[in-house]
């Protein structure tokens, strides 16, 4: 018989174009389950970090006797003064803190200034490691606003002074200070500035009823910059937000003005005075948020089931 040369098995273009088709529909099927399980993890630890700011101010208030205060100008924020309960006491000591506060931030080494801590980050936005952690413009002293910028770490977390009839953290012996709007009462949250001195015991609403912290709202074009400044600074706003009538929840990322808002999908996290973190659907009605957000209004919440 005839010797037959063996004939090798080989794909065709076609079958090959076909094998390459199939192969792209399953990893445009599998890319958004992996998506979803990537921003569920990220939304865990950002629920994880705010559990842990709530267990600080917690330890804080064993401590003093009184929740951290939103502030103090030209000095720290809470973010300052609740590091040692985040395990950053070495941190916190390079602050060399005065009891006025005055000029404390300026006067702080840029290295302690511009210190990412990890648990003010949120990973569904950005992490410590990245490279958008510190401002680049907003930071100027209060007394020479046309700069030079004093960098310091951003956060994406803030805590609430209350809804927006409050005047921004004032307390009672504040509201003469000049340029104080005429008719301004007194903030209504549970953090307000230096010399408040409140306690759990002045939260009526109740503990697990009030905003403590929550994700800050920070569009995607202002990374850096106002309203994303240093979260230790006390001269400006970035370590505070108010929730309510007149202060939404951002939408998302896009959304503009300078809110509590998150990067995940229809929801933005707080962590309450209890120390319990609830994820708020980012159409909430004014009413009932800035019922949340205020310490002490008696007022029921209506919120859907």
Known sequence: MPNLK?????????????????IAILIGLLLPAVQKVREAASRANCQNNLKQMGLAVHNFHDSYTEIPYSRVDTGWTW??????????????????LTKTGANDYYNAPASVRTKPVKVYFCPSRRTASGGDTASTKGDENQMTPTGPNNPGACGDYAASTGDPSGYIDYTQ?????????????????????????LGFKHISDGLSQTIFIGEKHIPNSKFG???????????????????????????????LG???????????QFVMGDGSVKALINSIDATNLGRLANREDGQVLTLPD
């Not at 012996?173 to 001195?197: E, W």
């Open 258 to 268: 300078a809110n509590f808002g998150s990067y995940h999908s229809g929801v933005c």
């Open 79 to 96: 973010a300052t003064l609740i590091l040692p309960y985040l395990e950053e006491k070495a941190l916190f000591e390079q602050w060399s």
């Open 225 to 255: 910059i106002t309203p994303d400044t240093s979260i230790f600074n006390g001269d400006h706003g970035a370590a505070a937000r108010k929730a309510g009538v007149g202060a939404l929840l951002a939408k998302g990322p896009t959304d």
């Open 173 to 197: 012996s504040m509201l003469s200070t000049p340029g104080t709007p005429a008719g301004a009462i007194v903030a209504n949250g549970a953090f307000i500035y230096m010399g408040g001195k």
């Open 6 to 22: 063996t004939v090798k098995a080989a794909f065709t273009l076609i079958e090959l174009l076909v094998v390459i088709a199939i």
